[in-house]
């Protein structure tokens, strides 16, 4: 699972029609600090998430393994929003 932050959406008026229905969402993968570090990608969103939210997200195979993505063309999926975080003893992340 990746630690990522949604930064936006992605709307596709065209796309495969397994893809009918699901929220697609830019997140930016983040560090145990909430602050970015790496390139935005797209991922769909099975927890009802929002902009800035620091989320939990799988990918690869595993991003088929919800109720909501199972057998669909997807391989990132928001399948978690966060609370908080804690890393060598101190918690570095909570939702306010």
Same mark, same amino acid.
């Given at each position: 699972?990746? &630690?990522?932050?949604v930064?936006?959406?992605? !709307? #596709?008026? &065209?796309?495969?029609?397994e893809?009918t229905g699901i929220k /697609? /969402? !830019?997140? *930016?993968?983040?560090?145990?600090?909430?602050?970015?570090?790496?390139?935005?990608? !797209?991922?769909?969103?099975? !927890?009802g998430?929002? /902009?800035?939210?620091?989320?939990? $997200?799988a990918?690869?195979?595993?991003? *088929?393994?919800?109720?909501l993505? *199972?057998? *669909?063309?997807?391989?990132?999926?928001?399948?978690? &929003?966060?609370?908080?975080?804690?890393?060598?003893?101190? $918690?570095t992340?909570r939702? #306010?």
């Amino acid at each position: 699972m990746l &630690i990522a932050r949604v930064e936006g959406s992605a !709307v #596709s008026t &065209i796309k495969d029609p397994e893809l009918t229905g699901i929220k /697609l /969402l !830019v997140v *930016r993968e983040a560090g145990v600090d909430g602050e970015p570090t790496g390139a935005a990608f !797209v991922a769909a969103d099975a !927890v009802g998430a929002g /902009l800035g939210e620091l989320v939990l $997200v799988a990918t690869g195979s595993a991003a *088929r393994q919800t109720k909501l993505t *199972r057998e *669909r063309p997807l391989d990132a999926v928001i399948m978690g &929003i966060l609370d908080s975080l804690e890393a060598g003893g101190d $918690v570095t992340f909570r939702k #306010s």
